[in-house]
């Protein structure tokens, strides 16, 4: 194609694109001016309509203000409701129905909450002034309620309610006038106190009820109330007032009393003692029984009310736990004396034995006076009783009683001071633990110290004791009962595995020497009648000696020695009939080895000089008792008979002239 043709058509093209646009242009402009048309009736509409608009809004917020306000006034025409429902219930009391009580005063907080809350009611003002006096007087019923609630229930327990808690070996025994027991305090001379202390080691104890269980959630909530009220110190000062006073009441019904220093320093031991003991037992049954029962009770009622329930506690307990320490603190502090030493210990002990639970009981700030108090009165306790335990040695050495055993007999410093010795091992786990409390070393070796020193003391006091015999046979043979007896305690009590078998021979050695001192001194001078050495070699040159006899010792002499034999055994059988062995095995010991030494003399005389007085004169008048008499005589050694007694013996070894000679005869010639 050539380019003329090529430029016609580009040209029409052109002109026809031209033509388009054009017709474009003007449907664009027709368009434009129909739409604009438009925007001017719509403007024209929207003028027209607004007037119809304002007046709909207006309807719907009126309707929507009338919705809130009906749902306004019905809300507060509820809450008068519920005031009206609420203030009947509040104006019937708490009595009847604690529960329903205790929901319209909840309720009434709601309500006055609600109208603090909404402040713009008119008549917001009297409501919460009218609800608010419902309220202060529904809080004085609540008040009175639990005043009234707690204190119809809080009674003293009676005292055999008490003991029927305790276990079976703490109860007092049938025939025991009121309190006083067999379970009011330790004898030291009882059975054994150890196991006696094991076995209330396990001992299960019974809870006292001191309010019924169904009580203690209505006190609970009415407590709860209260605090919640602002009427704590009211709440406070009713549970203190009334559960102090029931506690206290319990007590002085078991027989528990307030003594002074004073009070104690009059009494007689044996009172004294008795109180002591019973002390002992109103400690158990307090702290074990009531303060713990109290414990409990003020947590169930003060759940929740953690301000109030250690220091009503405190307040609760306070005073009877001080008089119940006081009487012990006026004990630890009287004058001290040896037999006390055993009523401390075992004061000492039973508070060792409530310490934990004296603890835990009087647990937190509240309570921090009474733990110390206690812990105070354990520890002077135990520095009384380690005092009195050094006054005792002392004592012992120092006893300056003028009370003569006339007979030789055991002293009765001698039998106190054992006993004593006895009762202390009773106490050996307790007299440890003071020892280790005052930190002196190994608690063994400091008792076995401290027992064999007041051993010591007492063998020097009976030293001094036998002094005042002006019979030396007698002094020692004061002595070898002494020892002896000591020795035998010794060896049947747990002293024995503390002080050794060497310090029990040694003092055995010590009772041979003082038996074999008492027959030298008592029998060297009788024997030496019967010694034919001594008699051959007294016959003096003015003597005439019997023929036949081959000893030259002379008749005369024989019937000296005789006579003076005679009255020797005469004067010591009178008076050592009347000393006494009471030991039945020493005495009869003591016996055999006099009879060892005296008979086969006396035999090996009658032997040697008897037929020279037998073929005299008036022979019974010279050997009046045969071997066999001495030694029947011997047998009333150490009896401590009277001497109407002995007159009676006397009598019955009296016999007439003939039998005398004719037994005698018959002994001789046996001997012979």
Request: glycine residues 4%; proline residues 3%; charged residues 25%.
């Amino acid at each position: 194609m050539g380019v003329p043709q090529a430029m016609q058509t580009l040209s029409e093209r052109a002109a026809f694109t031209r033509e388009s646009l054009q017709k474009s242009q003007t449907i664009t402009d027709s368009m434009v001016a129909i739409l604009g048309s438009f925007d001017h009736r719509l403007s024209a509409l929207e003028t027209a309509m607004r007037p119809t608009q304002i007046r709909t809004h207006s309807i719907r917020k009126a309707h929507e203000n009338i919705d809130k306000t009906l749902k306004a006034a019905e809300l507060i025409l509820a809450q008068f409701d519920l005031t009206r429902k609420a203030e009947a219930k509040i104006l019937r009391g708490p009595h009847e129905d604690l529960e329903s009580y205790l929901e319209a005063m909840d309720q009434l907080r709601s309500i006055v909450h609600f109208f603090n809350c909404n402040k713009s009611y008119k008549s917001n003002a009297g409501v919460l002034n009218h609800v608010n006096n419902l309220l202060a007087k529904a809080n004085l019923k609540i008040e009175e309620e639990f005043r009234q609630l707690l204190t119809s229930y809080s009674k003293p327990v009676e005292p055999d309610r008490l003991f029927d808690c305790l276990p079976h070996s703490l109860r007092p025994s049938s025939g025991s006038p009121g309190h006083q027991g067999e379970a009011t305090g330790k004898n030291p001379s009882s059975t054994n106190h150890s196991e006696h202390n094991k076995s209330l080691e396990t001992a299960v104890y019974t809870a006292p009820t001191l309010i019924p269980p169904r009580i203690l959630p209505l006190l609970h909530d009415l407590a709860q109330q209260m605090s919640q009220a602002g009427h704590q110190q009211q709440l406070y000062k009713i549970y203190r007032e009334t559960r102090a006073s029931a506690l206290e009441q319990s007590l002085r019904k078991l027989g528990v009393e307030k003594l002074t220093k004073d009070d104690v320093q009059k009494m007689q031991w044996e009172v004294l003692e008795a109180k002591i003991g019973n002390w002992i037992h109103f400690m158990r049954i307090a702290v074990k029984l009531l303060f713990s029962g109290e414990k409990k009770v003020c947590g169930q009622i003060f759940d929740g009310v953690d301000s109030l329930r250690d220091q009503c506690f405190a307040e609760v307990t306070a005073n009877s736990v001080a008089v119940l320490l006081s009487f012990g603190d006026a004990i630890a502090k009287s004058k001290r004396s040896p037999e006390k030493l055993f009523v401390l210990l075992d004061m000492y002990e039973i508070m060792r034995e409530l310490h934990s639970e004296i603890e835990t009981i009087f647990e937190g700030q509240a309570c921090v006076e009474m733990r110390e108090s206690s812990l105070s009165l354990t520890k002077r306790l135990a520095q009384t009783a380690q005092e009195t335990f050094g006054d005792f040695e002392e004592a012992v050495e120092k006893d300056a009683t003028k009370t003569a055993v006339l007979d030789g007999t055991v002293h009765p410093l001698t039998s106190y001071v054992i006993n004593y010795v006895k009762f202390l091992f009773d106490y050996q786990s307790t007299l440890k633990q003071l020892f280790q409390e005052f930190g002196e070393g190994d608690a063994d070796a400091q008792l076995a110290s401290v027992t064999t020193q007041i051993m010591l003391a007492l063998q020097n006091n009976l030293d001094g004791k036998s002094k005042q015999y002006k019979d030396p046979a007698l002094t020692q043979l004061f002595l070898m009962n002494n020892i002896h007896y000591i020795v035998r305690s010794v060896r049947r009590s747990e002293a024995k595995d503390l002080l050794g078998d060497d310090w029990v021979q040694i003092h055995r050695r010590i009772v041979q020497q003082h038996a074999n001192q008492y027959k030298r001194v008592s029998w060297a001078k009788i024997l030496q009648c019967l010694s034919i050495q001594g008699a051959a070699s007294s016959g003096g040159g003015g003597a005439i000696a019997e023929a036949g006899s081959g000893s030259g010792v002379s008749r005369a002499m024989v019937k000296d020695r005789y006579k003076t034999f005679n009255i020797q055994f005469e004067e010591l059988h009178q008076r050592q009939s009347q000393w006494t062995v009471p030991d039945s095995e020493l005495r009869e010991s003591l016996r055999l080895a006099v009879a060892e030494v005296l008979l086969p003399a006396y035999r090996s005389f009658i032997k040697r000089f008897g037929p020279m007085i037998e073929n005299g004169k008036n022979p019974h008048k010279y050997i009046r008792y045969t071997p066999e008499d001495l030694e029947h005589m011997l047998s009333e050694f150490f009896e401590g008979k009277t001497l109407n007694e002995l007159k009676r013996c006397l009598t019955c070894h009296e016999k007439t002239p003939a039998e005398r000679s004719s037994r005698r005869t018959e002994r001789i010639h046996a001997v012979l």
